[in-house]
Every structure is written in C-alpha cells, then in structure tokens.
C-alpha cells in the first residue's frame, strides 16, 4: 500500500493589492547583475492598466501570449526557444499573469527550460525529470485550479494532457482578488464552474478521502456563496474557492465531466471553463445534484450555452471525441471504480455527445 | 502596505495506513552510505507496537523524548548536542513522531543543528538565519496544528515563546489517522480543543482574511463533526481539522485565549492543551458562542476541569502571569486591533486569572 506524496504551492501570498509585493518577491531571486526575469503575461492585459504595473526591470523578458486558444505543446516550445534566444543564462524566475491557460503556460515554459526535447514528450504523468526554474503563478481569472495543481495541461500532438509532475507545481503563487475585477461575466461564470464541477466531481467520486472532502466541500460552500448568495467579498471568496477546489483534486481526481469535456475541447477548441459547462449540462444522471444547482445558478446569472453544438455532426467527428474521452482512464476509475472499462461503452459516451 | 508569503508545508501525505510510507520518503534524502536520520518519538510509544514500526536503520538515531512537562530551550539545546556528539556529519533528515510538543522538538532541533549559539537566541521572531535540516513531522495527536505552523514554541530562560521561521516548516508531514487512536479520551479533548480555539481566535480577531476564514470555518465544521456529532470518520477529521486549523492561524493569528493560556502555562506548568481550555472557560466575554459551544462539548465528552487554581495563589504570582500574557501583543492586537495597550489592564487580566 502506497499514498501519494502530495507536493503543493510552498509560498503564498493572499489579499486586495497583494500584487504590488511581486517586485520585493522578484528581488529575492535576483542575485546577480545580470539575473533576468521571464514575465508571461495575457494579451488582454497589454495596454491595459495591469500591464503597466508589472514590476519589469531594463533586462528582463515580458512577453504577452494569446490564449484565445488553449494552449499548445507548439506554444510552449516556442516561448521556450524564445527565451533560450533572449538570453545564454536561464531566467531566475518565471512569471505566469493571467487565467488557466497562462497559468499553465508559464508553468510549462519553466519546465522545458531545463527539461530537453520538446513539450510533447512529456505530456503524461512524471515523466518531468530536471526540477524547473523558479516559477510564480498569479491569477487574473478565478476557478480552474491552476495555481494549485500539478499540471499544465496541453494539447499536442496526438492528445490534450498535462505536464503532470511535482516539479510542475508552482513555487509562489501571489492570489489578489483585485486582478479578477475586470473579468467578463461569461468567462466569470465559466471559470468559476470549472471549480464548482472539480468539488462535485471529488465529492462524488471513488478516490475521495478526508483531505479531499474537507477541501471540496469548503469549496463548494464558497462557490455558493458568490453564485447563489452574491456575497459582498465575492472575489477573495472565488479566489479561495479556487485554490481549495484545486487542493480537493490534487488529492482525488476529476470525473466524468472532465473526461467528456477534455473530448469536446480537443476536437471542437472549446475553452476548458464553457467545454465543461456543456458537458455538466448533459450529465444529471452522473450528478443529478450538482447539476440542478449549476442550472439554478446559470439562470441566476443570465448565462445561456450554446444548443446543439453536437446534434448534426458527422459521425466521425462524434467518434472522435468518444476516442479521447474514453482514454481518460482515471477519471472514469474515480467515476466508476473497478470494472469501469465495461461501463464506458461507445454507445453511451455518443448518446452524451449528441445531447451536447 | 506588504503582505505575509506564507510559507507552508510543501510535502503531504495523508491517509490511514500511511505511515507505514515513511520509510520510502526517507529513502529519498538518504543517498551516501553513511547518511543517517534522527528519529524523536514521544516515550509513550516506546515498549508500544508503534515504537516497533519505525524503520530505523542500524546507523541511525532514535532518541524518545520525554514531554510530561512542555519543551523547553534546555531540551532541545541537550539533544542538538546529543545529535552532534553521535555523528560528525548532519543527518540528511530528523523525524519528529508524537503530539505538537514532540513535533516541536523536530522542528527546533532541525533548525539548532544549522543555527549555532543555543535555542533560547532564537525565540522570536525570523530570527533564524540558516536552512534547517530537512525535518518531517507525523502527529499521533491532533488539533495542535503543529503540523503546518511555522514555529516551535519552547520554554525559554524568560519566556515562553517560538522560534517562528520559514524554515521552521516541515518539509514533508505525514498524516495517519490510525496513529491517533489510542490517545487517551482527556488529552484527545484538550488537543482538539486547541484546534477549535484557534479557529474562533482567528475568526472573531481584527487580522481575518478570507484565506485564514475559509480554513478557520471549515476546521471548526470538522470539529463539530468531531466532538457534537461523534462522526464514524473523526479520526480523518480531526486531523483535517488541526492541519486546517494550523493554516488559519498561519495567516492571522490566536487571540485572548492564548494569550492567557501562555500565562498560565509558563508560571504554573501547564501544558498547552488543558491550559486553553482553563482559560477559554473564562473567556465568555470574549468568545460568547465559542465558550457556549465548548461548554456543550465539555458536557457530551464528561470533561471536567480543576477548578480554583488560581484563586488562592500569592499575588506575585499571578502578576507574573499577568505579565507574561500582557507582552503578548500581537495577540491582542488580533483581539482589539490599534490602541489594545488601554484596554489589556492589569485588572481585568488579574479577575480573569482569579477565575481559573
């Protein structure tokens, strides 16, 4: 018998305008004259207030990334090589602003700085052999857990799957809910469900134990108490949702809402926050409480999802989809437990996506 | 305006069973043939199959430690030295298996085996100067938080106070609910009592946020379950609760009760957990439905504290108590917040002891 060692975020900072510590952070990784930083910051903040105040010294690296797709194995190898091209010496630290994908993105660029031959080879569980360089995550976007978690997920070559590894995990995350102000509703709503949907996934699924209950169930707590109850601190309390949502499936997994949504996103594009909002919506029968309340919340909000995305499309395409979501062997170990390969039939991974 | 970068555990292992995983965690710090690894393990256990269980290799150290009384800088001063004198080299880690007072042990020697001059130089605030040896806590009592704190409270030459550090924080802590279930019924309530007042002291203090709040709520909740509902799982989630509970008050701070508490300990010995709940039975003015609460729990567990201890007591003696509690102050300044120094008097610290 065997318990998995969980490796989390070793420094943190919380609270409203904690993202002017960044600079004193930054000051105690720069030792040497020449020590420079990397800063991967989300295009939607160029020219916006928040660009300018990230802390960028004369020879440091800032460059914007566009994550108006998920990100991508190509993605991160070219920001790898466009930092090898800035400069001969590695960074002394990795700077990720912005939601999930950024997030993931600044976490995958500090582990192939020092881990060699591409992000495609890694995507899978600890295949990550050299430790990273020092990396920070600061979210401008609340829910997907990114912060917390030990992925930085991908889609390569062959299939979307993270960079899983111990060293993934960030070493400081900085959690400033003045940053997520700005954030549009839909995108709002969608990230926030991401964390809604790991708690049910958790709560209800075979890999759950103490740890795991404690942190989704408290998560769960706060996401209704800023989807249904609008709390006045509803930004601290999305924030902490967050990163206690992604404590909860550090330590148990996601379920069958990720397996059918990492299927829908591969083949579609679907961002991961509205792709798991779609396949939620078809899923009462896994989650019949969990998703009643989502549609409380959806209507609280206004929020209307695309219909019929799926209905008409080619066959092919369906199978597609069933292919990938039908690889996630994990998750439908943690939906179904043992003997879950006889319960993951075509037939009713197809029905789902039809629905869809 | 600057914040706390909280530093926290950054390895965790939970689950029943799991300590039987310790000795492949130090499988991985130990790589030359000499290197060696300090176990401290309270003496209850010894002669006990506990005590049998720990995978302690020829040239290792185990030292049980004695903590009938609270630890003290002498203590840990002596087995830095009996450490020192067993090997030339530093051990690659140091174990520390017991309830919070032997986890401080670990944690103090770890720190007195890289920061030279004596232990009672270090009281204070980051004041340590050197990385400590890697350390590993794994309680056999709960409610602490011991396991996530980043000090090691010692009975100095002039006061009780810990060596708070960053590097006072386990590396890796283990968290085995079946280690902790033959605590005796009075200390298992006094221990967890400490966890349920943590979390009221932090959430009624001035310097809540919503990170230490979300912990703080849902450890309480867990205690609830513990001690109200007598939940089939409490051992799980006691030691939730504590691991909670410690990461609440990381990121605020205790209160009235641990101010008195410390008072109380230091002049008349004693020990952390009984000594929160005599003064916390006094608290009502303070924590009104927290006292309420624990007064029910009291009841349901058939606790039933010494009474008059303080009422006959010299005077000097307890003006040495008042003292002692009064230089607490960021503890009352969690209490009242600016201008605390006009309302801690003497006279009311004095009618609060002569209650005890």
Redesign the interface.
């Known amino acids: 018998?065997?318990?998995?060692?969980?490796?989390?975020?070793?420094?943190?900072?919380?609270?409203r305008?904690?993202f002017?510590?960044l600079d004193?952070?930054l000051g105690e990784e720069r030792k040497a004259e020449e020590d420079f930083v990397v800063f991967l910051v989300d295009d939607v903040h160029q020219d916006k207030p928040l660009g300018g105040r990230v802390p960028v010294k004369a020879h440091d690296l800032l460059i914007y990334v566009n994550v108006d797709d998920e990100p991508t194995t190509k993605q991160v190898d070219a920001l790898t090589e466009q930092v090898q091209a800035f400069s001969k010496n590695q960074p002394v630290s990795v700077v990720g602003l912005g939601g999930g994908s950024t997030l993931d993105l600044a976490k995958a660029v500090s582990l192939m700085l020092t881990n060699p031959g591409g992000s495609a080879m890694y995507q899978g569980w600890d295949l990550i052999k050299n430790p990273a360089i020092h990396h920070i995550g600061i979210p401008t976007v609340s829910g997907t857990g990114a912060e917390a978690s030990r992925t930085a997920v991908l889609c390569g070559p062959v299939r979307k799957l993270g960079l899983n590894s111990d060293y993934t995990v960030f070493d400081?995350i900085i959690?400033d809910?003045e940053l997520i102000a700005g954030v549009p509703t839909d995108q709002w709503f969608y990230t926030g469900m991401d964390c809604y949907i790991h708690c049910v996934e958790s709560l209800e699924g075979t890999y759950l134990?103490?740890?795991a209950k404690?942190?989704a169930?408290?998560s769960m707590?706060?996401c209704r108490e800023v989807y249904i109850d609008d709390h006045a601190?509803k930004a601290?309390?999305l924030?902490?949702a967050s990163y206690?949502g992604g404590m909860s499936i550090a330590?148990s997994q996601v379920g069958a809402c990720h397996a059918v949504s990492y299927g829908l996103g591969y083949v579609l594009g679907y961002h991961h926050g509205i792709g798991n909002c779609l396949a939620f919506d078809v899923l009462e029968e896994f989650y019949p409480e969990g998703v009643a309340e989502f549609r409380k919340m959806m209507i609280k909000h206004n929020i209307v999802l695309p219909k019929n995305i799926c209905k008409d499309l080619p066959d092919e395409t369906i199978a597609k989809m069933v292919a990938v979501t039908k690889s996630m062997g994990p998750l439908w170990d943690n939906v179904y437990g043992e003997g879950w390969e006889e319960k993951v039939t075509d037939e009713m991974l197809t029905k789902l996506f039809r629905r869809i």
């Not at 065997?2 to 989390?8: D, G, W, Y």
């Open positions: 018998m065997s318990f998995k060692n969980f490796k989390c975020v070793p420094k943190m900072i919380f609270g305008g904690s002017a510590d004193k952070v400081q959690m809910s134990n103490e740890f404690a942190f169930e408290k707590d706060l601190e601290d309390k924030m902490m206690m330590y």
